[in-house]
């Protein structure tokens, strides 16, 4: 299984800033997917990042306010730019693990007022 | 689109009961998967159904899928309080990504 983890944990951030959120897996994958969980909700994918390309980005979901990085196999960083309270969320990473499941990091609990 | 379809939302069941979930998908796809979810945790991977008729097994849970039905389901045997929980199921959209239902957030009850 792969090991992810999750930098900040938490963050409250004030409208209008921006917060990058940072995942390292222990292990090279491929792919790296970046989800919102808003409150009571479920999970929705913002984003594919693959090494060496652009991120494609789901509908609904555009670079300028969710710009992804990734600049090796083990990492990956997404930005929640100019923020408002409808970005409070958890933003969760996950990797596509070898044994056909995907793995999830333990996630960044994002409150913006 | 794919979309993916849980019920119940909601559950209470007493502690000792049976029940069932179930989660059924609009378009073909061959891998299903099931997570469990503690509040404030992230996703725990219960299980990963790849072909038209797996089951698996673990403790009081098991998974089936049928591909044909595009249906699975979560079976709870003799529930016990630990498992208090959100289960989600997902599909696989795209090769990679997932399409995740909305949850059953499930409550054991002594």
């Known amino acids: 299984s792969a090991v992810i983890s999750q930098k900040p944990s938490r963050d409250i951030c004030q409208r209008g800033t921006s917060l990058t959120i940072q995942c390292q897996v222990d292990s090279q994958v491929t792919m790296m997917f970046w989800y919102r969980q808003q409150p009571g909700q479920s999970l929705t994918l913002i984003a594919t990042?693959?090494?060496?390309?652009?991120?494609?980005?789901e509908s609904g979901f555009v670079i300028d306010k969710f710009p992804i990085s990734r600049p090796n196999l083990t990492f990956s960083t997404l930005t929640v730019s100019n923020m408002s309270p409808e970005d409070s969320s958890i933003y969760l990473c996950?990797?596509?693990?070898?044994?056909?499941?995907?793995?999830f990091g333990p996630g960044t609990r994002l409150t913006v007022l | 689109e794919l979309k993916v379809e849980q019920n119940p939302l909601f559950l209470s069941m007493q502690e000792g009961k049976n029940y069932t979930i179930y989660c059924n998908y609009s378009t073909t796809s061959d891998r299903l998967y099931w997570y469990r979810q503690d509040p404030g945790k992230s996703l725990e991977s219960l299980f990963v159904?790849?072909?038209?008729?797996a089951v698996k097994q673990e403790g009081r849970l098991m998974a089936s899928l049928d591909t044909k039905a595009r249906l699975s389901t979560l079976h709870i045997t003799a529930a016990v309080h630990d498992l208090s929980a959100t289960y989600f199921c997902?599909?696989?959209?795209?090769?990679?990504?997932?399409?995740f239902g909305k949850g059953t957030s499930l409550l054991v009850t002594p």
């Open positions: 997902a599909v696989d959209m795209t090769g990679y990504a997932l399409n």
């Open positions: 990042a693959n090494q060496g390309s652009e991120a494609t980005y």
């Open positions: 996950s990797v596509d693990g070898n044994t056909d499941t995907q793995y």
């Open positions: 159904l790849l072909s038209n008729g």
